[in-house]
């Protein structure tokens, strides 16, 4: 399919792959307009149609957009973004990757919606996702699988895997992920982005359709760690529309990007480095000595019952999602199954028809784990580890400023490699899952590549230090280029 756009001159490669804060810079310097950036930005996406990244494309809305488009409007004016299909955008089909939701179309704005509008982004579409989140690879999406652009017979991570192969293969300046489980740091290490999920609260959850409730959180997906935090100061803040926001002031995220690294002290865990890949142990000892070259120190640290986390999670989210999933019941909206006999079949039917194996299977778990005589075996007790688990983090916080940890086990593995052995897919997510647990932020920033694929490192901090992680891997990414790797250049 041709469109108007395609005609246009297009704007050089090297352009669609510079960071949000340079196109920032540039479109306030007159380098170009947000116009032409838009089109460059659509011809990219519909010549990438093969990664299947994109659910929706908002082509029209968002040429109109930059047409009208004041640079100096907003943080975000003039930079065309995407958001993960799980956000609610007025006039918009929003589908959280299920058929259940393929004819919604939300009547309003998320509250992230809302305040990367009011920001100025240009919106080019909804990217693809796990089915409802629910999954490590993007490979439950009823929309099909997302292909890694880095090499295309692998999984691009998950849920947020449509965000993170946009930004990677340069189809949008940033996107916004959801990260429950890992599902926004998972993806940004087998792509080779940069992605942060904020202190539970820090972003509203008002709008974005839930998983596990107790557990998601909305954050920035982009190139660099500065990139990051310019979607963070316009997503971050209270939010009175959502009971779990918090009320802690949010930090100079920008502002704070130049605190040096000189006497920062990081916990490096064994639980978290014993049986770990070869290479990914490898970038981790260089992304550390790299710290220590600029002045930080580096500390061992105990995290007991980081090993419970998968079987905890395992339990609490299931539940937190069976109860979400409820909703869904072929009245009010979504999927409704043909000539339903009476009310029993309408909801059988509708779910049956509805729903993915993954998100049936999810649903089932939580159902059982809540259900009279298996509360107590199994729910009370995975919040009881769920609460150790947070206190061995606390107890950390006492002496580091921050945990620099792999992200996942090994480099992305193949479309269709574990979708068949649900224990090896949910163990992806191995090193990521404790942060959910507890609540805190963590961002996943590249590390450079192994045989052409990248490697991710995770820095976690204590509540509320989204501003020393932001400083911690701008200093580490200018001194080093893993962030400026793309797909299909020379390593």
Known sequence: MSHEWSSNTMLHKTLLHKTLSEQKRDLIAGEYSPLELTEAYLAAIEANAHLNSYITVLADTALDAAKSCDVNAGKLAGLPIAHKDIFCQSGTRTSAGSKMLDNFVAPYDATVVERINAAGAIVLGKTNMDEFAMGSSNESSYYGSVKNPWDEARVPGGSSGG??????????????????????????????????????????????????????????????????????????????????????????????????????????????????????????????????AQGAVAVEVSLPHAHLAIPSYYIIAPAECSANLSRFDGVRFGHRCSNPENIEDLYKRSRTEGFGQEVKNRIMVGAFALSAGYYDAYYRKAQQIRRLIKNDFLNTFAAVDLILAPTTPNVAFRLGEKTDDAQAMYQEDIFTIPVNLAGLPALSLPAGLHDGLPVGVQLIGNYFSEARLLSAAHQLQLTTDWHRHTPGASS
């Open 163 to 292: 965000s993170a192969a946009a930004v990677a293969a340069g189809l949008c300046s940033a996107a916004t992920g959801t990260d429950t489980g890992g599902s926004i740091r998972q993806p940004a290490a087998f792509c080779g982005i940069t992605g942060m999920k904020p202190t539970y609260g820090r972003v509203s959850r008002w709008g974005m359709i839930a998983y596990g409730s107790s557990l998601d959180q909305a954050g920035p997906m982009a190139r660099s760690a500065e990139d990051c935090a310019l979607m963070l100061e316009v997503m971050a803040g209270h939010d009175a529309k959502d009971s779990t926001s918090s009320t802690t002031a949010t930090e100079d995220y920008a502002g704070a990007l130049n605190t040096p690294l000189e006497g920062l002290r990081f916990g490096r865990c064994e639980t978290f480095e014993e049986n770990l890949a070869a290479p990914i142990r490898e970038k981790l000892d260089l992304v550390a000595a790299e710290l220590e």
